[in-house]
């Protein structure tokens, strides 16, 4: 999922495709020129065809966009951060830097999409119409028909209502402002999102039974996507409840036993592995400044030979790519941050002095002591 085209900014919301858009591109083409156009507007040029499917896989990638930008900018405007749109396989994905904080909020922003959707079928329908209604060649008018199809289509399938899809936010939202509260939302929607999961995977599995291979296969795929995105989803949002009043100086360990970075990695596994139970040091140079950070993983990688001979420096992680914290941070914030750099140690610092280390065990900790509360 990061790695990706940039197609650029609108309305200062950033623009990402997932290379699995350049496929689904070329079957939606591919599908138009060959099958759907030939079907409804026979005996035209296949260069009419194949310029009616690539300009219709183009608005309908368009739409797609559509569809997200109506979320994001929805989003900011009620105060959520918008991270950017992704266009990949299944469509697209806003990324929001938070989650709303009102149902009403959370509403708002998941009705935008579909009713994008369900907007602009209506008016490629209307287009459609008009258009065969002034002569326009049928190609063009069956290019437009399907635009109009496909948009229902996408409106209507993002509204069922389990998570992760539109409808399992807008049933999350309208559990939330019921019970007034949220994780209570998230459950129902992540249950009908299961539930709505196995019964496009048991839809998928009729249908490769009956001989539909291509399609079975298509929704059992859709099925199980919608079920780790579900489970995902769930998880995090649960995570984030747990340790929603969990700061990093609730967990660091303060004041970490430091190495000197001018030293080698003998001198650093002799008088300070050796010698103290931490499996990661912070390497501070003669100026007192923190230069980076060693783990006992990397200490281990030098040959014994070359040990003496090899300033730890040249083997630690420096200090750029070690992730950082503050210590009123939320946790869970820094949870996410340390995925994304797959990295299993944060540095925190305090008006730019070192104050303390996270480690994996002290998240791990914490995590199961929330869980331990609130079960
Ligand atoms: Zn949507």
């Known amino acids: 999922m990061e790695t990706g085209i940039r197609l650029g900014r609108i309305a200062g919301i950033r623009i990402d495709a997932n290379w699995s858009v350049l496929v689904v591109f070329w079957l939606i ?20 065809y194949w310029l009616g499917g690539i300009v219709g896989a183009l608005i309908f990638f368009a739409s797609l966009l559509m569809h997200e930008l109506a979320h994001a900018l929805v989003a900011r405007s009620r105060g959520v951060a918008v991270e950017g749109i992704t266009l990949w ?31 602009s079928a209506g008016l490629f329908y ?28 996408l409106g209507l399938f993002n509204l069922l209502p389990g998570a992760p899809l539109d409808g399992g936010r807008v049933l999350r939202a309208l559990v939330w402002r019921r019970t007034g509260d949220r994780l209570e939302g998230t459950r129902a929607a992540a ?38 995105a579900a489970r995902g989803e769930e998880s995090s949002s649960l995570l984030r409840a747990a ?22 990695v003998d001198e650093v596994i002799e008088s300070y592995v050796m010698r103290y139970r931490f499996s990661g040091f912070p390497l501070v140079g003669p100026d007192g400044e923190i230069r980076g950070l060693v783990s006992l993983a990397q200490l281990k990688r030098v040959p014994h030979e070359a040990r003496h001979t090899t300033p730890v420096v040249g083997v630690a992680t420096s200090l750029d790519d ?49 869980n331990l509360v609130a079960s």
Do not use: C, H
């Not at 591919?30 to 005996?43: E, G, N």
């Not at 009043?245 to 609730?250: G, S």
């Open 191 to 228: 249950r009908m999102g299961r539930g709505l999961a196995y019964g496009l995977i048991g839809l998928g599995l009729v249908g490769v039974a009956m001989g539909g291979l291509v399609t079975g296969l298509w929704f059992i795929f859709l099925g199980w996507f919608l079920l780790s």
């Open 243 to 264: 340790l929603a009043d969990v700061r990093v100086r609730d967990v660091m360990t303060p004041d970490p036993t430091v190495a000197p970075a001018d030293a080698s």
């Open 126 to 153: 209307l287009l459609a119409w008009g258009l065969s209604a002034a002569g326009a060649p049928d190609v063009a008018v069956e290019t437009l028909g399907w635009l109009g199809l496909v948009n229902l289509l």
């Open 29 to 48: 083409s591919w599908a138009l020129a060959t099958v759907t156009l030939p079907d409804r507007s026979p005996d035209e040029a296949t260069a009419v």
């Open 89 to 119: 396989l299944f469509g697209g994905v806003s990324k929001l830097g938070d989650e709303p904080d009102s149902a009403g909020d959370e509403l708002r922003i998941a009705v935008a999409g579909p009713a994008t959707s369900l907007g």
């Open 322 to 370: 070690v992730p950082k914290a503050r210590p009123e941070e939320g946790l869970y914030d820094l949870i996410v941050r340390l995925s994304q750099a797959e990295s299993l140690r944060a540095l925190v610092f305090e008006d730019g002095r070192m104050v303390g280390i996270v480690t994996a065990t002290d998240v791990t900790r914490a995590i199961d002591i929330a």
